[in-house]
């Protein structure tokens, strides 16, 4: 702990009379011990029981004690006594680190079919974000109670891109006790079918036709080869599988999927095969922007046979051709979840105001509309644009009173959350913050203790949790603390020389690292603006950094420098549209000059289209980032439509590919 942060700690203590002889004593001894609880987190990761063991007494008093506890219990949680176990719950009782031990507990007693110490242990559970742990609480809760739990249960199971024993396991019971039938496996096994997971897709077949699971490992190697050699499926199970080989085969080639589903299964399989297949070809086909998708969801009867997700990429379709009707009656279709997604009540709003016809319509409209304007967030900030208003800078709330302070202050999961983060334990640091902040209690901190908190990340620039906590805040936004703007004098220096909006590099900033200095992602980029090292070498290079080298990426001043000069280069290349050149930072310039290929459209319209949900989010949290950081820096009303334009192909008489961009 830095002098300056233990000295505030020291007057945190002091205001709340809290300090005494035993807390200075405390806060010495939580400068010694950092090299210690570093090997214990090498020792974790390599499994070394022995050495956990043998470096454990040495951090007696560390102000990071219960993570080296919980390395070295959690390394024998498969063997150790439960009264060893339950003695860790006691001592670090109140903890994060006992709720984790615990949900680790608790998995491990699922697995075992433990339900007698399940039963009792899972009500003092409290972080309750565990999928698995839930799945098996239903099967307890099926079993001890007879309680209906199905829905729940399928919804987790469906969740799940790859198999785990507790989802699995309930479905198996929920089956055997008639609480959930064959079409909800089979969806299940189409679900993973399409999301390219044969293993669950396998295992939901072999509770439902364990004789026919074999065939999806068929199925996933070669979906025509399948097909070919089956002409005719009397049996449902056969035509389910058929329903597989299809999905499996529209995600290679979407329109040979729909001519053979045309040509010899649509007579074959019932109208809920049908549907869902038919939903499946328009989604894959959607996401390969190709027109013909929306007639292939024409050919879906009944809205309501499809899930969320193939009903999202019929809007998508729609919008992308102008079908203002298709997209009012898929948006309806979805579930009460996702009517009430930012997304979905916008769109919809959308499509009643084009289609409206009468009065009452349109009101509706303006009520869906009005029911999400606001700051948040992109459609947020377009619904506030429909409706006439510009986007400004919220009041700012109540400034936070010397007692808040002190009570995030001497939070002790906040404290140890950030000195985990000070010594480099960052992924331990961020899940104890998240903790404290999110699940300790139920329905996590109120507003002003969430400021409060996000203050003090603040104050010690950790500028993630401090972003991260403070878009939580339902009531009261403080902008400063939501859209921070570290090192202002050299972003708006470098990108004014290049006369690039700073509030655009702001935006970009704080969705890549947020202001992470030394942040590096799984792919190599690095720094604020996480540049991959051949980009940020071919960037020095056109921007005159003769005497760049790769060590210097994670300088401030250099990475700054190299990536607003790159954002600047691929700006200029898609004729100054940010929504290209966003995707383009994100995806590459290769797939943003592929997706701007088709028809002019708004670009709200081409950015919900883009075919990668990474991207797809990227672009639209990057642009509402930007607009709310160009309300701060110039204090005038902005537009987030005027930022976003159209987009739509090239014009080839007027500009030029810059081919050699990276």
Same mark, same amino acid.
């Given at each position: 702990?830095?002098?300056?942060?233990?000295?505030?700690?020291?007057?945190?203590?002091?205001?709340?009379?809290?300090?005494?002889?035993?807390?200075?004593?405390?806060?010495?001894?939580?400068?010694?011990?950092?090299?210690?609880?570093?090997?214990?987190?090498?020792?974790?990761?390599?499994?070394?029981?022995?050495?956990?063991?043998?470096?454990?007494?040495?951090?007696?008093?560390?102000?990071?004690?219960?993570?080296?506890?919980?390395?070295?219990?959690?390394?024998?949680?498969?063997?150790?006594?439960?009264?060893?176990?339950?003695?860790?719950?006691?001592?670090?009782?109140?903890?994060?680190?006992?709720?984790?031990?615990?949900?680790?507990?608790?998995?491990?007693?699922?697995?075992?079919?433990?339900?007698?110490?399940?039963?009792?242990?899972?009500?003092?559970?409290?972080?309750?974000?565990?999928?698995?742990?839930?799945?098996?609480?239903?099967?307890?809760?099926?079993?001890?109670?007879?309680?209906?739990?199905?829905?729940?249960?399928?919804?987790?199971?469906?969740?799940?891109?790859?198999?785990?024993?507790?989802?699995?396991?309930?479905?198996?019971?929920?089956?055997?006790?008639?609480?959930?039938?064959?079409?909800?496996?089979?969806?299940?096994?189409?679900?993973?079918? #399409?999301?390219?997971?044969?293993?669950?897709?396998?295992?939901?077949?072999?509770?439902?036709?364990?004789?026919?699971?074999?065939?999806?490992?068929?199925?996933?190697?070669?979906?025509?080869?399948?097909?070919?050699?089956?002409?005719?499926?009397?049996?449902?199970?056969?035509?389910?599988?058929?329903?597989?080989?299809?999905?499996?085969?529209?995600?290679?080639?979407?329109?040979?999927?729909?001519?053979?589903?045309?040509?010899?299964?649509?007579?074959?399989?019932?109208?809920?095969?049908?549907?869902?297949?038919?939903?499946?070809?328009?989604?894959?086909?959607?996401?390969?922007?190709?027109?013909?998708?929306?007639?292939?969801?024409?050919?879906?009867?009944?809205?309501? #046979?499809?899930?969320?997700?193939?009903?999202?990429?019929?809007?998508?379709?729609?919008?992308?051709?102008?079908?203002?009707?298709?997209?009012?009656?898929?948006?309806?279709?979805?579930?009460?979840?996702?009517?009430?997604?930012?997304?979905?009540?916008?769109?919809?709003?959308?499509?009643?105001?084009?289609?409206?016809?009468?009065?009452?319509?349109?009101?509706?409209?303006?009520?869906?509309?009005?029911?999400?304007?606001s700051v948040r967030g992109f459609y947020e900030q377009l619904a506030l644009e429909e409706l006439g208003q510009a986007i400004t800078l919220p009041e700012r709330p109540i400034a936070l009173n010397p007692q808040e302070k002190a009570a995030a202050l001497i939070n002790p999961g906040l404290q140890r959350a950030l000195y985990a983060i000070q010594i480099g334990l960052r992924p331990e640091g961020n899940r104890e913050w998240n903790y404290s902040t999110n699940l300790h209690t139920p329905g996590g901190m109120n507003d002003r203790d969430l400021l409060a908190a996000a203050d003090l990340a603040c104050q010690r620039q950790v500028w993630d949790r401090c972003i991260n906590t403070s878009d939580r805040t339902k009531e009261a936004i403080d902008f400063e603390q939501r859209f921070p703007m570290p090192l202002r004098e050299i972003v708006v220096r470098k990108a004014g020389d290049i006369r690039l909006d700073p509030a655009f590099v702001y935006g970009l900033i704080r969705q890549e690292s947020r202001f992470i200095m030394d942040a590096r992602s799984h792919v190599g980029a690095s720094g604020l603006m996480q540049v991959m090292p051949a980009t940020a070498k071919w960037t020095a290079k056109k921007i005159g950094l003769?005497?760049?080298?790769?060590?210097?990426?994670?300088?401030?001043?250099?990475?700054?420098?190299?990536?607003?000069?790159?954002?600047?280069?691929?700006?200029? #290349?898609?004729?100054?549209?940010?929504?290209?050149?966003?995707?383009?930072?994100?995806?590459?310039?290769?797939?943003?000059?592929?997706?701007?290929?088709?028809?002019?459209?708004?670009?709200?319209?081409?950015?919900?289209?883009?075919?990668?949900?990474?991207?797809?989010?990227?672009?639209?949290?990057?642009?509402?980032?930007?607009?709310?950081?160009?309300?701060?820096?110039?204090?005038?009303?902005?537009?987030?439509?005027?930022?976003?334009?159209?987009?739509?192909?090239?014009?080839?008489?007027?500009?030029?590919?810059?081919? #050699?961009?990276?």
């Amino acid at each position: 702990m830095k002098f300056t942060q233990i000295l505030t700690l020291v007057y945190a203590l002091a205001m709340t009379g809290l300090w005494s002889p035993l807390a200075h004593a405390q806060v010495q001894a939580a400068n010694k011990g950092d090299d210690v609880i570093l090997e214990m987190g090498q020792a974790f990761k390599k499994g070394d029981k022995n050495r956990l063991s043998a470096l454990l007494p040495q951090t007696r008093g560390h102000v990071l004690e219960p993570l080296a506890a919980y390395w070295d219990m959690r390394a024998r949680l498969d063997t150790a006594p439960e009264s060893e176990i339950r003695s860790f719950l006691r001592s670090y009782a109140g903890s994060y680190y006992e709720d984790r031990l615990r949900t680790d507990w608790l998995l491990q007693l699922g697995k075992r079919r433990d339900w007698a110490n399940f039963t009792a242990e899972y009500p003092r559970y409290r972080m309750r974000d565990d999928r698995e742990v839930r799945c098996y609480a239903l099967a307890t809760e099926a079993m001890n109670s007879k309680a209906d739990v199905a829905e729940e249960a399928k919804r987790l199971w469906y969740a799940l891109r790859e198999a785990d024993d507790g989802c699995t396991y309930v479905a198996e019971h929920l089956h055997s006790g008639k609480q959930i039938n064959g079409l909800d496996l089979w969806r299940k096994a189409r679900l993973a079918m #399409d999301a390219n997971r044969p293993r669950p897709a396998q295992a939901a077949v072999d509770i439902e036709a364990p004789r026919l699971s074999e065939q999806v490992a068929l199925i996933y190697a070669d979906p025509a080869k399948y097909l070919d050699k089956r002409i005719i499926a009397i049996t449902k199970n056969r035509k389910e599988l058929a329903v597989l080989a299809l999905i499996r085969l529209a995600a290679k080639d979407p329109d040979e999927a729909a001519d053979l589903l045309n040509r010899r299964w649509s007579i074959q399989l019932s109208q809920e095969e049908r549907n869902w297949t038919w939903g499946v070809i328009g989604k894959q086909a959607a996401q390969k922007l190709q027109d013909n998708a929306s007639s292939h969801f024409a050919k879906v009867q009944k809205d309501s #046979d499809l899930n969320d997700d193939l009903l999202s990429w019929k809007v998508r379709a729609a919008l992308r051709m102008g079908q203002w009707r298709q997209v009012l009656t898929a948006t309806q279709a979805m579930s009460p979840e996702s009517q009430k997604d930012p997304t979905w009540v916008y769109w919809r709003a959308r499509a009643l105001s084009a289609t409206a016809q009468d009065n009452a319509q349109k009101q509706e409209a303006q009520g869906l509309l009005r029911s999400i304007a606001s700051v948040r967030g992109f459609y947020e900030q377009l619904a506030l644009e429909e409706l006439g208003q510009a986007i400004t800078l919220p009041e700012r709330p109540i400034a936070l009173n010397p007692q808040e302070k002190a009570a995030a202050l001497i939070n002790p999961g906040l404290q140890r959350a950030l000195y985990a983060i000070q010594i480099g334990l960052r992924p331990e640091g961020n899940r104890e913050w998240n903790y404290s902040t999110n699940l300790h209690t139920p329905g996590g901190m109120n507003d002003r203790d969430l400021l409060a908190a996000a203050d003090l990340a603040c104050q010690r620039q950790v500028w993630d949790r401090c972003i991260n906590t403070s878009d939580r805040t339902k009531e009261a936004i403080d902008f400063e603390q939501r859209f921070p703007m570290p090192l202002r004098e050299i972003v708006v220096r470098k990108a004014g020389d290049i006369r690039l909006d700073p509030a655009f590099v702001y935006g970009l900033i704080r969705q890549e690292s947020r202001f992470i200095m030394d942040a590096r992602s799984h792919v190599g980029a690095s720094g604020l603006m996480q540049v991959m090292p051949a980009t940020a070498k071919w960037t020095a290079k056109k921007i005159g950094l003769t005497s760049f080298t790769p060590d210097q990426i994670t300088d401030r001043e250099v990475n700054v420098a190299i990536g607003t000069g790159y954002l600047k280069l691929v700006l200029d #290349d898609f004729e100054g549209s940010m929504p290209l050149a966003t995707a383009a930072y994100n995806a590459g310039p290769g797939r943003s000059r592929t997706w701007r290929n088709g028809p002019v459209l708004e670009a709200a319209i081409w950015a919900e289209n883009i075919p990668f949900q990474e991207t797809r989010d990227y672009v639209k949290k990057v642009l509402s980032n930007t607009t709310n950081y160009a309300a701060i820096l110039t204090r005038q009303p902005q537009s987030l439509k005027a930022r976003l334009g159209q987009v739509g192909p090239r014009n080839a008489q007027t500009t030029e590919v810059n081919k #050699d961009l990276p």
